[in-house]
């Protein structure tokens, strides 16, 4: 009995470790990271759209004070759908702590596991923990709230597993390629882009390096066939999301999510490893990149000077070739990362497509998470000789790591809050007055900035690029009210969905109709009854139509599109693949 229960003792361990990690954003007070409140919002729409019978939901109505925006089409589903789940399942406070602690036992369980490629229980367990409490994991989770990008922690060590396995090591090339290891890379690369953006991208270029390396270590063709297989069937996969997304950015202002011709913060150029920008309004950005680039420097460090106890040890010598070229692999990781934190590395990013996209070389330390996690496990964890007291104090010196890191991102990394902005968004969601826009999803040339809080469904105005809403002061939102008088009438909505707008007004003059919705190439918009294609464009990047005296009958549509259609059919194939590639594994290796 007990012996049977001892094998739950290492993932027991690691969840206690992860509900120890998450339990600050609980007991911190109120939570606000820099990313929380646009998660927040996107929860709440995508249970708003399951309501109205919509599983797939690509447009989020709440955005740009009601107007909306293709949010759920531009970003990657898993999360926003975990969270919008667990958000029906527990009351919405526990729904961030629970969503942190899911994310954070995750990266332990997938760390564990690729530890126990190369090491005993007790160790990879510790490795598990370790990767938990990196100060990057907890940055994402407590300053960042970034819950795409923590995903990260445990696809990347589960990409090394699966890519770097050789379980028939005197095979031939096609059975070690096809070994069992196949389709859970394949799966691994459509979790990562069903993730997070930058994780993808990240995974796609970590997988390349990857076996590149495998391949010329083990003198062999068998990692490259694997990953090449893998990587057609995952992206196949997720293809649901990503050729929608790939096909209709030029409907987006894309460029603001890579700071190419925005902010001076979000370029590589100024994200370097302590780099500084002479420009005034780059102080704050210039403290917090010192602050981030101690995080770099202080992961990186560990992981080499781990590394480097493990080469002293001939650790890297293992007889068996699989588990030496991991070691290695794993050893070369830290230093790669540090190599792109530096300007040297400045054609790199340049040179290879859409890793600009990552806008911070910081953002590669979800990389390092397990890496460091082992090699730390390793060089500290004693032989199989040692006294209990040295396994023991192993315990004890990892247990003060562990304990460290937590005191140190807890006291360092939360940000100071002026109001509970979770319960802030549940409160006043139900209102329908909505909230901010992200810049990324805005129409081409138009600005969310002025688009005004307080509209009603419709405006009838006979100038149709007139200013809705008047601005107290230049920081503030426009907003709109009845009495100034920039509406020559109104009109409410019969039926307001996230795919449908109906409406029945009148119009007492030739005017313009202003509709409370953002404009996007996948509306259909009628006009009693007749399509009309002659939108007025508008810098807040409202609808505008043209409308004649009498009654006034309009219909806004959303359509699926033809990319949305090659997508679903896409990830059909592909999952029918997966299916009898997994089949075909199976019977080989059984």
């Given at each position: 009995?007990i012996?049977g229960l001892?094998?739950?003792?290492?993932p027991a361990?690691i969840?206690?470790?992860?509900?120890?990690a998450a339990?600050p954003v609980?007991?911190h007070?109120?939570?606000?990271?820099?990313?929380?409140?646009?998660h927040?919002i996107?929860w709440?729409?995508?249970?708003?759209s399951?309501?109205?019978?919509i599983?797939?939901?690509?447009w989020?109505?709440?955005?740009n004070?009601g107007a909306?925006?293709?949010?759920?089409?531009?970003?990657?589903?898993?999360?926003?759908?975990?969270?919008a789940t667990l958000?029906?399942?527990?009351?919405w406070?526990?729904v961030?702590?629970?969503?942190?602690?899911l994310?954070?036992?995750a990266?332990?369980l997938?760390?564990?596991a690729l530890?126990?490629?190369l090491l005993?229980?007790?160790?990879?367990v510790?490795a598990?923990?370790?990767?938990?409490?990196s100060?990057?994991?907890l940055?994402?989770a407590y300053?960042?709230?970034?819950?795409?990008?923590l995903?990260?922690?445990?696809w990347?060590?589960?990409?090394?597993?699966?890519?770097?396995?050789?379980?028939?090591p005197a095979?031939?090339?096609w059975?070690r390629?096809l070994?069992?290891s196949?389709?859970?890379?394949?799966v691994v690369?459509?979790?990562a882009?069903?993730?997070?953006?930058?994780v993808?991208v990240?995974?796609s270029?970590?997988?390349a390096?990857v076996?590149?390396?495998?391949?010329?270590?083990?003198?062999?063709?068998?990692?490259?066939?694997r990953a090449?297989?893998?990587?057609?069937?995952?992206?196949?996969t997720a293809?649901?999301y990503?050729?929608?997304a790939?096909?209709?950015?030029?409907w987006v202002?894309?460029?603001e999510?890579?700071?190419i011709?925005v902010?001076?913060g979000?370029?590589?150029?100024?994200?370097w490893?302590?780099g500084?920008?002479?420009?005034?309004?780059m102080k704050?950005h210039?403290?917090f990149?010192?602050?981030v680039?101690q995080?770099v420097?202080a992961?990186?460090?560990?992981a080499v000077a781990?590394a480097f106890?493990?080469w002293?040890r001939?650790?890297?010598?293992d007889?068996?070739?699989?588990r030496?070229?991991t070691?290695i692999?794993?050893?070369c990781?830290?230093?790669?990362?540090?190599?792109?934190?530096l300007?040297i590395?400045?054609?790199i990013w340049?040179?290879l497509p859409?890793?600009?996209?990552?806008?911070f070389?910081?953002?590669w330390l979800?990389?390092?998470?397990?890496?460091?996690?082992i090699?730390?496990a390793?060089a500290i964890?004693?032989g199989?000789?040692?006294?209990a007291?040295?396994r023991?104090a192993?315990?004890?010196?990892v247990?003060?790591?562990?304990i460290?890191?937590l005191l140190?991102?807890?006291?360092t990394?939360f940000?100071?809050?002026?109001?509970d902005?979770?319960?802030?968004?549940?409160?006043?969601y139900?209102?329908g007055a909505?909230f901010w826009g992200s810049?990324?999803?805005?129409?081409?040339?138009?600005d969310?900035?002025l688009?005004a809080?307080?509209?009603?469904?419709?405006?009838?105005?006979?100038?149709?690029?007139?200013k809705?809403g008047?601005?107290?002061t230049?920081d503030?939102t426009?907003?709109?009210r009845?009495?100034q008088g920039?509406c020559?009438?109104t009109?409410?909505?019969e039926?307001?969905?996230?795919?449908h707008l109906?409406?029945?007004?009148a119009?007492?003059q030739a005017a313009?109709?202003i509709?409370r919705?953002?404009?996007y190439?996948a509306?259909?918009?009628?006009v009693?009854g007749?399509?009309?294609?002659?939108?007025?464009?508008r810098?807040?990047?409202?609808?505008?139509?043209p409308?004649s005296?009498?009654?006034v009958?309009?219909?806004a549509?959303?359509?699926?599109t033809?990319d949305?259609?090659v997508g679903r059919?896409l990830?059909?194939l592909?999952?029918?693949?997966?299916?009898a590639?997994?089949?075909?594994?199976?019977?080989?290796?059984?």
């Amino acid at each position: 009995m007990i012996q049977g229960l001892r094998q739950f003792l290492g993932p027991a361990l690691i969840l206690i470790t992860a509900a120890i990690a998450a339990a600050p954003v609980k007991l911190h007070g109120p939570f606000c990271g820099d990313d929380f409140q646009f998660h927040a919002i996107s929860w709440l729409d995508a249970q708003h759209s399951w309501r109205q019978g919509i599983a797939y939901p690509r447009w989020a109505p709440s955005p740009n004070y009601g107007a909306g925006e293709p949010r759920f089409l531009f970003y990657p589903p898993l999360t926003w759908m975990l969270g919008a789940t667990l958000g029906s399942l527990l009351p919405w406070a526990w729904v961030p702590v629970t969503l942190t602690f899911l994310l954070l036992a995750a990266t332990g369980l997938a760390t564990r596991a690729l530890a126990r490629q190369l090491l005993p229980e007790a160790p990879a367990v510790l490795a598990g923990c370790i990767a938990i409490c990196s100060f990057h994991a907890l940055f994402t989770a407590y300053d960042r709230a970034a819950f795409g990008e923590l995903t990260g922690g445990f696809w990347m060590p589960l990409l090394l597993l699966f890519a770097l396995r050789d379980r028939t090591p005197a095979a031939s090339v096609w059975r070690r390629t096809l070994d069992g290891s196949t389709v859970p890379l394949a799966v691994v690369v459509a979790g990562a882009w069903l993730s997070n953006v930058p994780v993808g991208v990240m995974t796609s270029y970590l997988l390349a390096a990857v076996v590149l390396a495998a391949a010329l270590l083990a003198r062999s063709w068998f990692p490259i066939l694997r990953a090449s297989i893998a990587v057609i069937l995952g992206l196949a996969t997720a293809a649901i999301y990503l050729v929608p997304a790939v096909s209709e950015q030029r409907w987006v202002d894309s460029l603001e999510a890579t700071g190419i011709s925005v902010e001076p913060g979000l370029n590589i150029e100024n994200n370097w490893l302590f780099g500084r920008s002479a420009l005034p309004s780059m102080k704050w950005h210039n403290d917090f990149l010192h602050s981030v680039s101690q995080l770099v420097l202080a992961m990186i460090v560990i992981a080499v000077a781990s590394a480097f106890l493990l080469w002293r040890r001939s650790r890297f010598e293992d007889p068996s070739p699989s588990r030496r070229r991991t070691w290695i692999i794993l050893a070369c990781i830290p230093v790669a990362i540090l190599f792109l934190q530096l300007p040297i590395s400045l054609p790199i990013w340049n040179l290879l497509p859409k890793l600009r996209f990552l806008q911070f070389p910081w953002r590669w330390l979800v990389v390092l998470e397990a890496p460091m996690g082992i090699l730390l496990a390793a060089a500290i964890w004693p032989g199989k000789s040692a006294p209990a007291w040295k396994r023991a104090a192993s315990g004890f010196v990892v247990g003060t790591f562990l304990i460290a890191s937590l005191l140190y991102a807890t006291r360092t990394f939360f940000l100071e809050c002026d109001s509970d902005e979770l319960q802030q968004v549940v409160t006043q969601y139900p209102s329908g007055a909505g909230f901010w826009g992200s810049a990324e999803y805005a129409p081409p040339g138009t600005d969310n900035s002025l688009v005004a809080s307080h509209l009603p469904d419709a405006c009838f105005s006979s100038d149709p690029k007139l200013k809705l809403g008047v601005v107290p002061t230049p920081d503030d939102t426009p907003e709109w009210r009845p009495e100034q008088g920039s509406c020559i009438a109104t009109a409410s909505a019969e039926l307001r969905t996230p795919d449908h707008l109906r409406m029945l007004t009148a119009s007492t003059q030739a005017a313009y109709l202003i509709l409370r919705l953002h404009s996007y190439p996948a509306w259909r918009i009628s006009v009693n009854g007749s399509p009309t294609t002659n939108l007025i464009p508008r810098k807040d990047g409202l609808i505008t139509v043209p409308v004649s005296a009498g009654p006034v009958r309009v219909t806004a549509d959303w359509i699926t599109t033809t990319d949305v259609i090659v997508g679903r059919w896409l990830t059909a194939l592909a999952l029918v693949s997966l299916a009898a590639v997994w089949f075909f594994e199976r019977r080989r290796i059984s």
